[in-house]
């Protein structure tokens, strides 16, 4: 009773301060330009894969439909926490309200999780488009891919509106510091003043669910797709599935192995500077990557994309 009555008398955060990459002005200044550069391209990438994917009807088909929806989901999910990483290099520590706060914590769940979601979905498809040929026009039909792509951003919304709404009802008095450059749950954590363990258990119960059940699917699904390579008489059939495949392990394997060691715990993390390091690479590199993995190395986008340019 003492303890609730002296909470209700302490002053609740209205805001916090992003401490960023907290280093020399000079350096700050090159992060800066790198981390923007990085970002326009980006957005170019990602809006170049779409308005192929739109308007060349050779690209409607199921692997690109999901690679479209991705290219949306980068570029919401880099503007998500790009914005406030600049903002922070370019001023200092960047003071964020509790409320925008917040905001961009539920965005930056929802988009992680409909990545998950997301990749799961791809790795299904390249499943049944190798293992399963004869019955891809029909397991992949258009009415199936739509249901995978809105359970993906339904789904997302869902788990980031019980997340955010559990770490929004904690209790804030001091210090309001977050070591990190966007608002994130394990620095949210480390600053709440009341009882988390509920919330914390919340968290990683979703984080198993979310990351590992949809790692569990896109293995399997890549391990069912390199035992039927091996199969495959043809050499050359081989090499083009076997490195199409490894294209999307490796994505696969970069954003789960960062997203698995920072989120998959079930206590507050103390090594916020290595989690800052990680969270760059699932927030920036990744979005720009994938672009270049998936599509722009693909023969059927270099078509389209030489005929929209005039090339010959």
């Given at each position: 009773?003492?303890?609730?009555?002296?909470?209700?008398?302490?002053?609740?955060?209205?805001?916090?301060?992003?401490?960023?990459?907290?280093?020399?002005?000079?350096?700050?200044?090159?992060?800066?330009?790198?981390?923007?550069?990085?970002?326009?391209?980006?957005?170019?990438?990602?809006?170049?894969?779409?308005?192929?994917?739109?308007?060349?009807?050779?690209?409607?088909?199921?692997?690109?439909?999901?690679?479209?929806?991705?290219?949306?989901?980068?570029?919401?999910?880099?503007?998500?926490?790009?914005?406030?990483?600049?903002?922070?290099?370019?001023?200092?520590?960047?003071?964020?309200?509790?409320?925008?706060?917040?905001?961009?914590?539920?965005?930056?769940?929802?988009?992680?999780?409909?990545?998950?979601?997301?990749?799961?979905s791809m790795a299904y498809d390249?499943?049944?488009?190798?293992?399963?040929?004869?019955?891809?026009?029909?397991?992949?039909?258009?009415?199936?891919?739509?249901?995978?792509?809105?359970?993906?951003?339904?789904g997302g919304l869902l788990v980031?509106?019980?997340?955010?709404?559990?770490?929004?009802?904690?209790?804030?008095?001091?210090?309001?510091?977050?070591?990190?450059?966007?608002?994130?749950?394990?620095?949210?954590?480390?600053?709440?003043?009341?009882?988390?363990?509920?919330?914390?258990?919340?968290?990683?119960?979703?984080?198993?669910?979310?990351?590992?059940?949809?790692?569990?699917?896109?293995?399997?699904?890549?391990?069912?797709?390199?035992?039927?390579?091996?199969?495959?008489?043809?050499?050359?059939?081989?090499?083009?599935?076997?490195?199409?495949?490894?294209?999307?392990?490796?994505?696969?394997?970069?954003?789960?192995?960062?997203?698995?060691?920072?989120?998959?715990?079930?206590?507050?993390?103390?090594?916020?500077?290595?989690?800052?390091?990680?969270?760059?690479?699932?927030?920036?590199?990744?979005?720009?990557?994938?672009?270049?993995?998936?599509?722009?190395?693909?023969?059927?986008?270099?078509a389209v994309l030489r005929k929209?340019?005039?090339?010959?």
């Amino acid at each position: 009773m003492e303890t609730s009555h002296e909470l209700t008398n302490m002053t609740r955060v209205h805001q916090f301060v992003l401490l960023g990459f907290p280093t020399r002005l000079e350096i700050r200044d090159a992060l800066f330009v790198i981390f923007l550069t990085l970002y326009l391209l980006t957005l170019l990438e990602n809006t170049l894969i779409i308005y192929l994917i739109c308007s060349h009807s050779e690209l409607h088909k199921p692997m690109y439909f999901f690679l479209g929806n991705l290219s949306c989901l980068e570029m919401c999910y880099v503007s998500v926490t790009m914005p406030t990483l600049l903002v922070g290099l370019w001023t200092g520590p960047y003071h964020i309200s509790f409320v925008t706060c917040m905001t961009q914590l539920f965005f930056f769940v929802s988009l992680i999780c409909t990545e998950c979601t997301l990749l799961a979905s791809m790795a299904y498809d390249r499943y049944v488009a190798i293992c399963r040929p004869l019955h891809y026009p029909l397991l992949m039909r258009p009415q199936i891919c739509l249901g995978l792509a809105l359970s993906s951003w339904l789904g997302g919304l869902l788990v980031s509106a019980i997340k955010t709404k559990c770490i929004a009802s904690l209790t804030y008095c001091g210090p309001n510091i977050l070591n990190q450059f966007f608002c994130d749950v394990s620095p949210l954590l480390n600053l709440s003043c009341t009882h988390v363990a509920l919330t914390e258990l919340v968290d990683f119960i979703s984080a198993i669910v979310i990351f590992c059940g949809t790692l569990l699917v896109a293995l399997a699904s890549y391990s069912a797709i390199g035992m039927a390579v091996l199969r495959m008489p043809s050499a050359a059939a081989r090499r083009k599935a076997f490195s199409t495949c490894a294209s999307h392990l490796v994505v696969v394997g970069i954003f789960y192995s960062a997203a698995l060691f920072i989120y998959c715990r079930p206590s507050r993390i103390k090594s916020m500077d290595l989690n800052k390091v990680l969270s760059v690479i699932y927030t920036v590199v990744t979005p720009l990557c994938n672009p270049i993995i998936y599509c722009l190395r693909n023969k059927e986008v270099h078509a389209v994309l030489r005929k929209t340019l005039h090339w010959p």
